[in-house]
T-cell receptor, first 114, second 114 residues
Framework: GAGVSQSPSNKVTEKGKDVELRCDPISGHTALYWYRQRLGQGLEFLIYFQGNSAPDKSGLPSDRFSAERTGESVSTLTIQRTQQEDSAVYLC????????????FGSGTRLTVV | AQKITQTQPGMFVQEKEAVTLDCTYDTSDPSYGLFWYKQPSSGEMIFLIYQGSYDQQNATEGRYSLNFQKARKSANLVISASQLGDSAMYFCAMRERNNNDMRFGAGTRLTVKP
């Protein structure tokens, strides 16, 4: 597609429920990133995928968070047993694997845990 | 560990004037890239400009220029001839050559006054 597509754009869920967030990167972009942005704050790195290599999960805050990506296609970020502290905007970005490439970000999923 | 510092939570500038947004960084890696992003109220992250650690000249992109002072570990963004549409959050970010993730500062909220 023309840009990075994320769905849903907004999600309200009850505490304790599981949620799945989807990211569809730009076609041909080998790298895919997930970030979390709490209200009024900067971006917090969560996870990075590069082609078929093992993902860099060093930013995942707890074992309730997981993400998958098949090849260079869609990625899903799953949060199990959601907590109120998980409320944030979750941003996905993709890029060509080049040192001077900025990322192209999606519009994000605003997650609210009530 | 890499660290990005943006010391100005908020800045005001008069329309048509220039403004400088500060960014300092800390890294022990001699090879790294510096990035600036704009985040309007719509929430999308827009890549503005890139500076490589080995670049001899300051990067420029239209009305954006990056004042890169390597010895001071400073990468300030200069916006010339400010426009009302420049009002947004601005994030400085850095990616080390050997790291997968891009680290972001806390951001500066720029408001352009008519």
């Amino acid at each position: 597609g023309a840009g990075v597509s994320q769905s849903p754009s907004n999600k309200v869920t009850e505490k304790g429920k599981d949620v799945e967030l989807r990211c569809d990167p730009i076609s041909g972009h080998t790298a895919l990133y997930w970030y979390r942005q709490r209200l009024g704050q900067g971006l917090e790195f969560l996870i990075y995928f590069q082609g078929n290599s093992a993902p860099d999960k060093s930013g995942l805050p707890s074992d309730r968070f997981s993400a998958e990506r098949t090849g260079e296609s869609v990625s899903t970020l799953t949060i199990q047993r959601t907590q109120q502290e998980d409320s944030a905007v979750y941003l996905c970005a993709s890029s060509l694997f080049r040192e001077d490439n900025g990322y192209t970000f999606g519009s994000g999923t605003r997650l609210t845990v009530v | 560990a890499q660290k990005i510092t943006q010391t100005q939570p908020g800045m005001f500038v008069q329309e048509k004037e220039a403004v400088t947004l500060d960014c300092t960084y800390d890294t022990s890696d001699p090879s790294y890239g510096l990035f600036w992003y704009k985040q309007p109220s719509s929430g999308e992250m827009i890549f503005l400009i890139y500076q490589g650690s080995y670049d001899q000249q300051n990067a420029t992109e239209g009305r954006y220029s990056l004042n890169f002072q390597k010895a001071r570990k400073s990468a300030n963004l200069v916006i010339s001839a400010s426009q009302l549409g420049d009002s947004a959050m601005y994030f400085c970010a850095m990616r080390e050559r050997n790291n997968n993730d891009m680290r972001f500062g806390a951001g500066t909220r720029l408001t352009v006054k008519p």
